[in-house]
């Protein structure tokens, strides 16, 4: 079994204030073992076209989403958030965890 990870999640897991000494130690080990999903043009083209048409304000609060789900999409992967209402938006492939 394989899996990986968005450098997006990443980032929103480092940037919130939430995260514990302890949770860091947890990520860092979680994605030594997993493999980083590169941002392609592909991909965000794709999370361009999806965002495109929407409002400004709303485009904005799921930029991050749209990424990640057309990084998965195109490597036909499996999404799994507790968030699955913004991130089926995009694409179809999502699991609540």
């Known amino acids: ?3 990986s990870f968005s ?3 990443a980032f929103e897991l ?3 204030s939430h995260v514990s000494e302890s949770e860091e130690d947890f990520y860092d ?3 030594f073992l997993l493999d980083a999903a590169a941002r392609t043009l592909s991909a965000a083209t794709q999370a361009g076209l999806w965002l495109r048409g929407l409002p400004e304000r709303v485009s904005e609060s799921l930029v991050r989403d ?3 789900a057309a990084t998965a999409a ?3 992967e499996v999404i799994y958030t ?3 209402r913004d991130f089926q938006r995009f694409y179809t492939n999502v ?3």
Do not use: Q
Request: glycine residues 8%; aromatic residues 12%.
């Open 66 to 68: 749209a990424l990640i």
């Open 7 to 9: 450098t997006i999640t």
């Open 95 to 97: 699991r609540k965890y």
């Open 29 to 31: 080990a979680l994605f």
């Open 14 to 16: 480092w940037v919130g």
């Open 74 to 76: 195109e490597r036909s």
């Open 1 to 3: 079994m394989t899996g």
């Open 82 to 84: 507790r968030n699955v």
